[in-house]
């Protein structure tokens, strides 16, 4: 199983932009489809974007796309959550999350992260 820990969050303003990290370590990073889930006080935790094994196919929710990218490096371990034009409903506890099955990762990923805080300030 794959350990996964995120960085990179923060209070950044409207209009900001942040760069979530997620480290892998464990198992060959390459084998497993990564994604970004959100959960804001109060709501359920929901999927942001995925990315394929190898990077070539991403997914996102229709509320983040234009704004959000999600990439990763193979060679790094680490799979990256650019966001930008940030707005005060993007503010959140963010999660890193993987799978081997690149359709799991979107709903019912078996490793998750501890999360790191998104506040946007208006």
């Known amino acids: 199983q794959v350990q996964l820990v995120e960085s990179g969050g923060g209070l950044v303003q409207a209009g900001g932009s942040l760069r979530l990290s997620c480290a892998a370590s464990?198992?060959?990073?390459?084998?497993?489809?990564m994604g970004w889930f959100r959960q804001a006080p109060g709501k359920e935790r929901g999927f942001v974007a995925t990315?394929?094994?190898?990077?070539?196919?991403?997914y996102y929710a229709d509320f983040v796309k234009g704004r959000f990218t999600i990439s990763r490096d193979n060679a790094k371990n680490t799979v990256y959550l650019q966001m930008n034009s940030l707005k005060p409903e993007d503010t959140a506890v963010y999660y890193c999350a993987a799978d081997l099955s690149a359709l799991r990762v979107r709903s019912s990923p078996a490793s998750w992260g501890q999360g790191t805080q998104v506040t946007v300030s208006s």
């Open positions: 464990g198992r060959t990073f390459s084998s497993y489809a």
């Open positions: 990315i394929s094994r190898s990077g070539g196919t991403t």
